[in-house]
């Protein structure tokens, strides 16, 4: 079945490391967006990209940085400047930018103690 | 700027009753709108969509109505269930001559349904 994988499923991180969350589609799709999940905040976008080797920043990309090598894979490297990181990371992916056909992965819950 | 205001939660509701999730929108454009649903420990699923004014969405009981006049589109269903417990998102994409842009949502709604 096609989808999105997002692993680990629980990540627990000391203070100051840098952390890389895993995100892989096998849906063929040009687009791909991580998201951050606070409670009480909703989804806030942290970095897209539309195709490979291209990526933007969203609306709250300081601290974090990505890279897209490949169209299946868009991992997402929490790094220590990132002021509180403890929080749910969403990966999805669509067609292409912006359509209608989001999918969404399970999810990787991050502490960071 | 382009955002959605939904009803703060969390709702309660027994089971059967009709529920309504309130969600208005501000964009500069013609947008398309979403509602998404999240179970818990879980990803977002598409629940139900509609692209243009007056378009009725509906997907596993769920309706909601796209109101242009009032920048509106509230989720409703007429008998919730124990399964429905979940957190419900409005999200809304631009349309530019075509093209998409990305998905802005709302902070979410968390709905459970009482036995």
């Known amino acids: 079945d096609g989808g999105i994988t997002q692993s680990p499923k629980y990540l627990f991180r000391k203070e100051g490391q840098n952390v890389t969350l895993s995100c892989e589609q096998n849906?063929?799709?040009?687009?791909m967006y991580w998201y951050r999940q606070d409670p009480g905040q909703g989804l806030r976008l942290i970095y897209y990209?539309?195709?490979?080797?291209?990526?933007q920043k969203g609306d709250i990309a300081e601290g974090y940085s990505v890279s897209r090598e490949k169209k299946e894979s868009f991992p997402l490297t929490v790094t220590s400047a990132q002021k509180n990181p403890t929080a749910f990371y969403l990966c999805?992916?669509?067609?292409?930018?912006?359509?209608?056909?989001?999918?969404f992965g399970s999810g990787t819950r991050l502490t960071v103690v | 700027g382009d955002s959605v205001t939904q009803m703060e939660g969390p709702v309660t509701l027994s089971e059967e009753a009709f529920l309504t999730i309130n969600c208005t929108y501000t964009?500069?454009?013609?947008?398309?709108l979403f509602w998404y649903v999240q179970y818990p420990g879980e990803g977002l699923q598409l629940l139900l969509k509609?692209?243009?004014?007056?378009d009725k969405g509906s997907n596993k009981g769920f309706e909601a109505t796209y109101r242009k006049e009032t920048t509106s589109f509230h989720l409703e269903k007429g008998s919730v269930q124990v399964s429905d417990s979940a957190v419900y998102f409005c999200?809304?994409?631009?349309?530019?001559?075509?093209?998409?842009?990305?998905?802005?949502f709302g902070k979410g709604t968390k709905l459970s349904v009482k036995p």
């Open positions: 999805a992916s669509s067609p292409q930018i912006g359509s209608y056909g989001y999918t």
């Open positions: 849906l063929n799709h040009d687009a």
């Open positions: 990209s539309q195709i490979v080797n291209d990526f």
């Open positions: 964009a500069t454009g013609y947008p398309s």
């Open positions: 509609a692209t243009k004014a007056d």
């Open positions: 999200a809304l994409t631009l349309n530019y001559g075509g093209s998409q842009g990305n998905l802005i």
